[in-house]
Nanobody, 121 residues
Framework: QVQLVESGGGLVQPGESLRLSCAVS????????MRWYRQAPGKQRELVAT???????NYADSVKGRFTISRDNTRNAVDLQMNSLKPEDTAVYFC???????????????WGQGTQVTVSA
């Protein structure tokens, strides 16, 4: 099976940085996109950043210019560099991978368990 494990979360002060990483347990046959979502208490789950197989990226307006999503094929992972963090960034961050485990299976979405990011003075 395909498993995603997020890491890198923690407690930081406003203005500081964190780098999240999402490791995929096996190399998929193909990947359409990798995404980071976040969910704050009492809030809807929010799409933060997307990177496609063609390396196109897209970001939520609230994080543009501060966050960078990237792929690391050597580690079979997708990372999220978060700079200039704000208290509003506090949330559980989830990794999502859209792809095919095998060419003969339907495309599917895979989710990690999430990692907590807390930005507070």
């Amino acid at each position: 099976q395909v498993q995603l494990v997020e890491s890198g979360g923690g407690l930081v002060q406003p203005g500081e940085s964190l780098r999240l990483s999402c490791a995929v347990s096996k190399r998929l046959f193909s990947i359409n996109a990798m995404r980071w979502y976040r969910q704050a208490p009492g809030k809807q789950r929010e799409l933060v950043a997307t990177i496609t197989s063609g390396s196109n990226t897209n970001y939520a307006d609230s994080v543009k210019g501060r966050f960078t999503i990237s792929r690391d094929n050597t580690r079979n992972a997708v990372d999220l560099q978060m700079n200039s963090l704000k208290p509003e960034d506090t949330a559980v961050y989830f990794c999502n991978v859209e792809g095919l485990e095998y060419y003969y299976r339907p495309r599917s979405n895979y989710w990690g368990q999430g990692t907590q990011v807390t930005v507070s003075a």
